[in-house]
């Protein structure tokens, strides 16, 4: 039976209305109408033609039938890139959980026109022979900011100011001088233009080897066989996906398709995007965080015009309204920034997949440490799967030694660096060679354990580390046991049971004490509040300004640095012991990619892992460099326990100003859940239970986990908890939901 009812979001472009409005559905277009579609209705008192979107139908009426109006007529270009982003936004909904406005706001472009920025780009007028003389005096004089301008200008005549400024960090006086010399022009552009401008010398594709010219064809013979898939690309640090993922868009464009490559804000470095710039020319543009709110809207009217082929930019650019979208490229698919940590909790993945399948698309989807639903779904034909074994450069992966920390301990060497570590060091600096130090700090003062034996103090019913708290008790954050904290290590009876307190600025401390000599530089939150720091000490490495780079796990981020050839890695088991099941893959996904920057030049590279478990499966695969290895182990523990990917997890986070309101509200709920129909059917619920931080902003937390390997039945639990919500109106709690969470509450 087809509904009578649309509720639908009229004229989308104006913020003021903010709700849907009920429609009836006239008798000649029912079964007609759908989520999504475009058509004209009467709004307001003088009952104004206006062009609304439906968002759901219903076979009820909110208000008395004589008070609804009837939609006029289903818009005759209804099949629109809006239609899509509003059927994502609807099925984002249903499978995250929101509320519709929200998950508009979130799928569609923000319609905010500001005044056309000016936009200047930066021409070269002298010869290559030239400018490479000028490079060499620049290098003579260290005058190393103009030289980074002049080696971009080589391959290049023109390039954006912006791309120059801020990814090489290039302050304008640096750009005059070069001007007043006649080396370069600066020319002002009073519209929005793309970032580069195009040129008949763009880069020619690189020439690609048996196994990536082999993952191009079998995508686009599939493509172009009506048979779009989705695809995971496996490769080693340095195999070439990058280069994947170029020869498939350049065949999309081909073929008059465009592309979106998501790829993490912070791996958005300026070698990343010149490759594409230098492929793609003027037919490129970005989406990031840098750009203002008119700018961003400028960017998706290109891409709705059909002036771009290409977008990249992090997860907010899925959402790009490419009227022929031909593929969507997810880069370092296994970053937890993929998913949204505001409501909708999407996963970038997911949605991607979503989207794609209304548009005809394929998804690409590539890393050196894939996240376990990945490899899970290739596993079981979801995905196909693509193996890149070999580094483009012929480099060997680096050798990787594993140190004990407890052995060091037993014989007097207290230092944060062990003695191989601090020997190799001591090569390096020596050679004119680069080290970079990366110290896993996450979740470092989470976990309590014994620097003796290395025992770890652990929940008997979860398998997750137990969270010290400052009335003394360790509890776990998921099923909510506690214990004391005991006064010696329970299994070798060492007074060495204890948080680690290690911090960056430490580490550098120590440093600048073992090697006095030696140029420093620190990456972390702190001293790169903003993107102009944070670029500035990469281009400071990058010209060997410094001989250490020390950070946290932003310096592994797919950075290359030919002449880094050791990294240390400081205190590896840290993030193994965070109170969460992702524990173990999170730690051997940061610790091959840390290793994975040592060697990528031609000198081969040395890692050093410092752990207190190198028993650990993560850390012993980690260092052998064997994904498969480790997915066999952890996949197992997975399945075991019932955590995804194997089955699927719904969280339910209460925010309340009383201490037990949340829980009481919890609790309840749960019984409810329990009541269903077949709620016992194959359902884990575990809670209610104070969060890991019980209380924020005077507002006390409280979490319940529900665990079923069928996505759909969580599903039929958050639609139960919203209409629970909606009738007991409560006006003091915030009820979040979280599917898959990728961090524990």
Excluded at 127 to 154: D, F, M, N, P, S
Excluded at 429 to 437: T, V
Excluded at 548 to 562: C, R
Aim: proline share 5%.
């Amino acid at each position: 039976m087809s509904e009578k009812y649309a509720g639908v979001i009229v004229d989308i472009s104006h913020e003021k209305v903010d709700r849907p409005f009920q429609y009836k559905i006239p008798e000649r277009l029912r079964g007609q109408v759908v989520p999504g579609m475009r058509v004209h209705v009467p709004f307001g008192r003088g009952n104004k033609d206006l062009t609304g979107y439906v968002v759901d139908l219903s076979d009820e009426a909110d208000y008395p039938e004589e008070k609804l109006k009837e939609i006029s007529c289903i818009d005759e270009n209804a099949i629109t890139v809006e239609s899509d982003l509003i059927q994502t936004a609807y099925w984002m909904k249903r499978h995250y959980g929101s509320t519709i406005i929200t998950a508009l706001k979130t799928v569609l472009p923000v319609r905010q026109k500001l005044k056309q920025p000016e936009k200047k780009k930066i021409i070269r007028r002298q010869g290559k022979e030239e400018i490479e003389r000028q490079i060499r005096e620049c290098t003579r004089k260290h005058q190393t900011a103009k030289a980074r301008v002049l080696y971009a200008l080589l391959d290049e005549e023109v390039l954006p100011y912006a791309l120059i400024r801020e990814k090489l960090n290039v302050a304008p006086p640096t750009l005059k001088s070069l001007e007043k010399q006649g080396i370069i022009s600066i020319e002002t552009e009073t519209y929005y233009r793309n970032p580069v401008k195009r040129t008949p010398g763009r880069e020619a594709a690189a020439s690609l080897s048996e196994s990536q010219q082999s993952i191009i064809d079998d995508v686009m013979q599939e493509y172009r066989s009506g048979r779009p898939g989705t695809y995971l690309i496996h490769g080693i640090t340095g195999s070439g996906k990058t280069e994947v993922y170029l020869g498939i868009i350049e065949q999309m464009i081909r073929l008059g398709k465009q592309a979106i490559v998501l790829i993490p804000e912070i791996a958005l470095t300026y070698q990343t995007l010149l490759r594409f710039y230098k492929r793609f020319g003027d037919r490129v543009s970005v989406m990031n965080s840098t750009l203002s709110r008119g700018e961003k809207f400028d960017q998706m009217e290109r891409a709705r015009r059909k002036e771009l082929d290409v977008i990249i930019g992090p997860r907010s650019a899925l959402f790009t309204p490419f009227p022929d979208l031909g593929v969507i490229v997810i880069d370092e698919e296994h970053e937890s920034s993929y998913k949204s940590e505001s409501m909708p909790k999407y996963h970038a993945r997911e949605t991607a997949i979503q989207i794609a399948s209304l548009k005809g698309a394929s998804v690409v989807l590539g890393s050196a440490t894939p996240s376990l639903e990945a490899y899970y779904r290739a596993g079981r034909q979801e995905y196909k799967l693509y193996q890149l074994t070999k580094r483009l450069t012929g480099g060997q992966l680096p050798q990787v030694y594993t140190i004990d920390l407890r052995e060091e301990l037993k014989e007097g060497n207290r230092s944060v660096f062990s003695r191989r570590l601090k020997e190799l060091m001591e090569q390096r600096l020596a050679a004119g060679e680069q080290i970079m130090l990366f110290l896993n700090r996450r979740g470092y003062a989470g976990f309590i354990s014994c620097r003796a034996c290395g025992h770890v103090m652990k929940c008997p019913h979860c398998d997750v580390s137990l969270s010290e708290h400052r009335n003394g008790m360790l509890a776990c954050h998921y099923c909510g046991y506690e214990e004391k904290r005991p006064p010696r290590c329970p299994s070798c009876g060492s007074n060495y049971l204890m948080g680690f307190r290690a911090g960056t600025e430490q580490i550098e401390e120590a440093v600048h004490r073992e090697f006095p000599g030696a140029g420093v530089l620190r990456m972390d939150a702190d001293s790169t509040r903003s993107k102009e720091s944070y670029e500035k000490i990469l281009s400071d490495f990058a010209d060997a300004k410094a001989d250490i780079l020390i950070g946290t796990q932003m310096i592994v981020k797919g950075h290359d640095f030919p002449n880094v050839t050791l990294v240390g890695i400081l205190a590896a088991d840290l993030s193994l012991n965070q109170n969460d099941y992702r524990a173990g893959e999170r730690t051997f996904q940061l610790l091959t990619q840390a290793a994975g920057r040592a060697g990528r030049g031609r000198k081969p590279g040395e890692v050093v892992i410092q752990t207190y478990q190198p028993e650990h499966y993560s850390i012993v695969h980690a260092a052998n460099q064997d994904y498969a290895g480790f997915y066999e182990e952890e996949i197992l523990y997975r399945e075991l326990l019932q955590y995804p990917p194997a089955a699927h997890m719904l969280a339910v986070l209460v925010l309340s100003p009383q201490e037990d309101a949340g829980y009481q509200v919890l609790e309840k709920f749960a019984r409810m859940v329990r009541e269903m129909p077949g709620g016992q059917d194959g359902l884990y619920v575990i809670g209610p239970a104070q969060a890991a931080v019980a209380k924020i902003n005077d507002l006390y937390r409280h979490t319940l986990y529900f665990k079923h390997a069928d996505y759909e039945k969580l599903v039929l639990i958050k639609d139960l908890l919203e209409t629970y919500g909606r009738q007991q109106d409560f006006k003091n709690l915030t009820i979040q939901i979280d599917f898959d969470p990728m961090n524990h509450y």
